[in-house]
């Protein structure tokens, strides 16, 4: 087990926090520009003062969450927060939040109609997973997939997310970023857009191309469509390439490969890495800010030259954030770096007690002299995450029930719609469980309202794998809900499984 000094990790800590703002601020007047542009420097007038972030704001938001109700986080509690606290509707974040409202769970909330879960919503916001987790990538990337799949839902967003979770997590107790990425390409289907950008980025940088040269050949394989559909977003140069068309919201693939390509090139000079992630064009403030947060992570705050902090100072600015009861009422949101990062350490703590990997070391020194980078990887890719892409998982104290809903949550009148549902035991006894629907009005279900299955403990044998047509006559409402009840006789266990139905008569 690696061995951590506290105030080394305090200082990784708040060289994340301090490397996002530094990040940011760069980036921002950049961003969505698909130009090669020649920042050397902050380009605004700043006053002492960050630029808003939100890249960092709902980070602030998940601490909150954290510390009022804990570290057991589900993407439903996450949701409930979201609704309550995030204000944007552009993109993603707008799609998310509308589907939450209408009922959708995540990941059905983050899938549904979402042009944009492929875009880069997630991944800027996986520095708190990695910071309360260090050198636990699996952990860190499990709370990035109850996250991400909030706005992403099956897309590349949320690949994207958990990559970089659980390569920020490994930095805290490695630094060979060659070796980080393959921690994080463990985590993430080997074929999905985001791996695929990530390797073409290491291809061209281990081929000594330039980083004109690799951002060009991220974006002639990994591209989406100019910003927002918009040709003019495109500079002329880039517009006869061809750059400029593309899939419409497919963004965070070359984003990830371009955050990597300012660290790659940039290396150890942490002005450089700030640099040629923003000059790489596209989304600037989140590249330069995830690349100044990894920097930061793998180097401390005392290695990140004053002259970049100097002019923004320590201060949070939050841009997306309903303040209410969490800002000007309420106080909760950290008003510093400082305290951002002292807060964080307090939740480390409790994760690593939970996890029984406490491995502080103060007074004394770092100690990764036995850490072998192959421990932290996952050999499955990241199979245990993705068990249920097309709907909501339910965790129960004995049992998992992941539902899928195939193409879309919705039902439209007289046609039967597919609900397939697996019940993992994640015990270690057999069990009989008795099941029952209940439906609104005038549903039927097939092939029964009520049965009786034997469920083995998953080391035993495969998870109860049903599918349950449901059929309506008339579908009259625009949410519909139904209730599948398992039981099991002799014991006081009940498990109520929600099932949410849009109506789908209009959208055919």
Known sequence: MATLNRDDYRSKVLGCWLGKNVGGTLGAPFE????????????????????????LDIQLLWLCAMEERGIEVSSRMLADYWCLYVTPHWCEYGTGKINMRAGLLPPLSGTYQNLYKHS?????????????????????????????ILDHGNGEGTYAEIFMAALESAAFVLSDLRQLIEIGLSHVPADCGVAGAVHT?????EAGKSWRETRDEVLRHHRGSSP????????????????????QGYDVPSNIALTLTGLLYGGDDFGEVQCIAVNCGEDTDCTAATAGSVWGII???EAIPRKWIDPIGRGIRTVVLNLGELGYFGNQLPQTVDELADRTVRLADQVLLRHNAVHWSSPGPTDLTDLNPDAL???????????????????F??????????DAPTIRNGEPKAIHVTIHNDYKVQANLSLHWYLPEGWQVAPSADGF?????????????????????HVTRSLNRAVLEVTIEGRPTVMLVPIMLLNGNVGA
């Not at 927002?228 to 899939?247: M, W």
């Not at 990887?377 to 965790?395: E, I, M, Q, T, V």
Request: hydrophobic share 35%; net charge negative.
């Open 32 to 55: 969505w520009r698909r130009q090669v542009n020649s920042v050397t420097f902050y380009t605004q007038d700043l006053h002492g003062e960050p630029m808003p972030n939100d890249d």
């Open 120 to 148: 880069c919503g997630g991944y800027i916001r996986s520095e708190i997973w990695a910071c309360i987790a260090p050198g636990l990538p699996h952990v860190a990337a499990a709370y990035a997939y109850e996250d991400a």
């Open 201 to 205: 980025t290491v291809q061209c940088f």
């Open 228 to 247: 927002f559909g918009n040709p003019e977003l495109t500079s002329p140069e880039d517009r006869a390439k061809g750059f400029h068309e593309g899939q």
């Open 299 to 301: 180097h401390g705050a």
């Open 377 to 395: 990887k996952r050999g499955d890719h990241g199979a245990y995450l993705y068990g249920s892409p097309n709907g909501p998982r339910f965790d």
């Open 397 to 406: 104290d004995f049992f998992t029930v992941c539902l899928d809903y195939g």
């Open 453 to 473: 299955a034997l469920s083995f403990p998953t080391h035993l044998g495969e998870p109860l794998a049903l599918e349950y047509v449901l059929t309506a006559d």
